[in-house]
């Protein structure tokens, strides 16, 4: 129960204080993975957010974005899509465009957990990621919930970042390994 109101929390604040300065278009370039890309402006663009850059040991610098938030570019079972990196989420938290193009079921009669948030009960399914990457790091079977709610990004939260050895700030980086 405490890992859903974490998670119900970071989703009422990231749909609060993220959500209306942002908008997502479904652009897609040929020979590219198709991403949803958010614009801090909410004018479309057709490049992706801008992927993790490789350091040393395997780990990745993820930038801090205009906005504040550190966005990344992940990949989930192999579909592409942009994740606000939210170390409050006590999961992994997947919007129902994401968890469909990583080939996850969400039809309505799964979302059978509630989380209950300031704005009213937030319906959610908990699901499994085979593979999520972010960058050169990959980890296999991460505990997640899939939202039956509108957010503008998807969130990666503890039940992936908990696995990695090393998140740190450093000046506008966020260092993961």
Same mark, same amino acid.
């Given at each position: 129960?405490?890992?859903?109101?974490?998670?119900?929390?970071? +989703?009422?604040?990231?749909?609060?204080?993220?959500?209306?300065?942002?908008?997502?278009? %479904?652009?897609?370039?040929?020979?590219?993975? /198709?991403?949803?890309?958010?614009?801090? =402006?909410?004018?479309?663009?057709?490049?992706?957010?801008?992927?993790?850059? /490789?350091?040393?040991?395997?780990?990745?610098?993820?930038?801090?974005?205009?906005?504040?938030?550190? =966005?990344?570019?992940? +990949?989930?079972?192999?579909?592409?899509?942009?994740?606000? $990196?939210? %170390?409050?989420? %006590?999961? +992994?938290?997947?919007?129902?465009?994401?968890?469909?193009?990583?080939? $996850?079921?969400?039809?309505?009669?799964?979302?059978?957990? =509630?989380?209950?948030?300031?704005?009213?009960?937030?319906?959610?399914?908990?699901?499994? &990621?085979? @593979?999520?990457? &972010?960058?050169? &790091?990959? @980890? @296999?079977?991460?505990?997640? /919930?899939?939202?039956?709610?509108?957010?503008?990004?998807?969130?990666?939260?503890? %039940?992936?970042?908990?696995?990695?050895?090393?998140?740190? $700030? /450093?000046?506008?980086?966020? &260092?993961?390994?």
């Amino acid at each position: 129960m405490k890992g859903f109101l974490f998670l119900a929390g970071s +989703v009422l604040a990231l749909a609060f204080f993220v959500g209306p300065g942002l908008r997502t278009s %479904s652009d897609s370039e040929a020979g590219d993975a /198709a991403i949803n890309e958010v614009t801090p =402006t909410g004018q479309s663009r057709s490049q992706a957010p801008a992927a993790p850059r /490789a350091v040393s040991g395997d780990g990745v610098v993820v930038a801090r974005g205009p906005e504040g938030h550190f =966005t990344t570019q992940a +990949v989930v079972n192999g579909a592409a899509f942009p994740m606000v $990196i939210d %170390s409050g989420a %006590s999961l +992994v938290v997947l919007r129902r465009e994401d968890a469909l193009a990583a080939g $996850i079921s969400v039809f309505p009669s799964e979302f059978t957990g =509630t989380a209950q948030t300031a704005g009213g009960p937030v319906r959610t399914k908990r699901v499994t &990621i085979d @593979r999520l990457r &972010i960058g050169g &790091i990959e @980890r @296999r079977n991460v505990a997640a /919930a899939v939202v039956d709610a509108d957010l503008p990004m998807s969130l990666l939260g503890q %039940s992936f970042l908990a696995q990695l050895a090393e998140m740190r $700030i /450093a000046d506008d980086a966020m &260092i993961l390994r």
